[in-house]
């Protein structure tokens, strides 16, 4: 072999240095039926662990949710509450991962602060406009699916066996667009929050977890269902407490569901 075919041979060091290649879909654990438990629990030890930060936090998740309310109470019109809602779809990516660094913190043995609540939200703000823009491209398609129902079941008084139809059919459609829902956002914002990933891979990632955890993640669901429904029963005080321990909670079932190990801490 001359001395030029050997120039031309490629680096043995730099072949062996190539970082391995991740996979596309971030791998998971197979959880057991108690699980949604122990995340509650720990979620509950963390605001526990910093009360300071979490009534903060709940206060603006109360005091926006009131907002919301009132003007979509007031004024009734569908334009100005899509606004409204397309405006919340987009800050509660960023209070969530706000709560989650929290968590991040208190398992990593610091002291959680504000700021660093702020450099995180500020570091995935492309990313939580990304996860807005699919989840409400959703809520668009959803409610567009409900005009079409309408249109296929046209309202009749007095004939219960349309209305069944209607009632059958609407619950087996909106359920898809919930658990759509659902599947994107169980795990991909813990995911940005703790990882430097893209949004396109958390999103797609967490559907995979949950599908192949269907009965734990639906058992899950129920909860957070249940605990919501609690917080907009109490006036929306008691969204104040319940959003935070939610959001820690969550950030735990990421932690033990989704191996991110592939990815740089970010």
Same mark, same amino acid.
């Given at each position: 072999?001359?001395?030029?075919?050997?120039?031309?041979?490629?680096?043995?060091?730099?072949?062996?240095?190539?970082?391995?290649?991740?996979?596309?879909?971030?791998?998971?654990?197979?959880?057991?039926?108690?699980?949604?438990?122990?995340?509650?629990?720990?979620?509950?030890?963390?605001?526990?662990?910093?009360?300071?930060?979490?009534?903060?936090?709940?206060?603006?998740? &109360?005091?926006?949710?009131?907002?919301? +309310?009132?003007? @979509?109470? *007031? /004024?009734?019109?569908? %334009?100005?509450?899509? $606004?409204?809602?397309?405006?919340?779809?987009?800050?509660?990516?960023?209070?969530?991962?706000?709560?989650?660094?929290?968590?991040?913190?208190?398992?990593?043995?610091?002291?959680?602060?504000?700021?660093?609540?702020?450099?995180?939200?500020?570091?995935?703000?492309?990313?939580?406009?990304?996860?807005?823009?699919?989840?409400?491209?959703?809520?668009?398609?959803?409610?567009?699916?409900?005009?079409?129902?309408?249109?296929?079941?046209?309202?009749?008084?007095?004939?219960?066996?349309?209305?069944?139809?209607?009632?059958?059919?609407?619950?087996?459609?909106?359920? &898809?667009?919930?658990?759509?829902?659902? +599947?994107?956002? @169980?795990? *991909? /914002?813990?995911?940005? %929050?703790?990882?430097? $990933?893209?949004?396109?891979?958390?999103?797609?990632?967490?559907?995979?977890?949950?599908?192949?955890?269907?009965?734990?993640?639906?058992?899950?669901?129920?909860?957070?269902?249940?605990?919501?429904?609690?917080?907009?029963?109490?006036?929306?005080?008691?969204?104040?407490?319940?959003?935070?321990?939610?959001?820690?909670?969550?950030?735990?079932?990421?932690?033990?569901?989704?191996?991110?190990?592939?990815?740089?801490?970010?």
């Amino acid at each position: 072999m001359s001395v030029v075919d050997m120039d031309n041979l490629p680096d043995r060091h730099e072949q062996d240095c190539d970082p391995p290649p991740r996979p596309f879909v971030t791998p998971c654990r197979q959880l057991q039926m108690d699980a949604p438990w122990r995340w509650l629990r720990l979620g509950w030890h963390d605001l526990r662990r910093a009360p300071a930060l979490s009534a903060m936090f709940g206060a603006v998740i &109360v005091i926006v949710s009131a907002a919301i +309310s009132w003007f @979509a109470w *007031s /004024l009734g019109r569908f %334009a100005l509450l899509a $606004v409204l809602l397309s405006g919340f779809v987009f800050l509660a990516p960023l209070i969530g991962v706000g709560l989650y660094s929290v968590s991040r913190a208190l398992l990593d043995g610091r002291q959680p602060r504000l700021a660093d609540s702020f450099v995180v939200a500020r570091r995935v703000l492309g990313h939580a406009s990304i996860f807005a823009l699919i989840q409400f491209v959703i809520v668009l398609v959803w409610s567009r699916s409900g005009m079409m129902l309408v249109a296929f079941f046209p309202e009749q008084e007095g004939n219960t066996h349309v209305l069944m139809e209607f009632l059958a059919v609407g619950s087996l459609v909106g359920s &898809v667009f919930a658990a759509l829902t659902f +599947s994107i956002a @169980a795990f *991909s /914002l813990p995911m940005i %929050a703790d990882r430097e $990933v893209d949004m396109v891979t958390a999103c797609i990632s967490s559907i995979n977890a949950v599908l192949r955890n269907k009965w734990v993640m639906l058992e899950w669901a129920v909860i957070l269902c249940l605990l919501t429904a609690f917080g907009f029963a109490s006036a929306l005080l008691g969204l104040g407490l319940v959003m935070p321990w939610l959001a820690y909670a969550t950030y735990h079932a990421y932690r033990e569901t989704i191996d991110a190990s592939a990815w740089p801490p970010a």
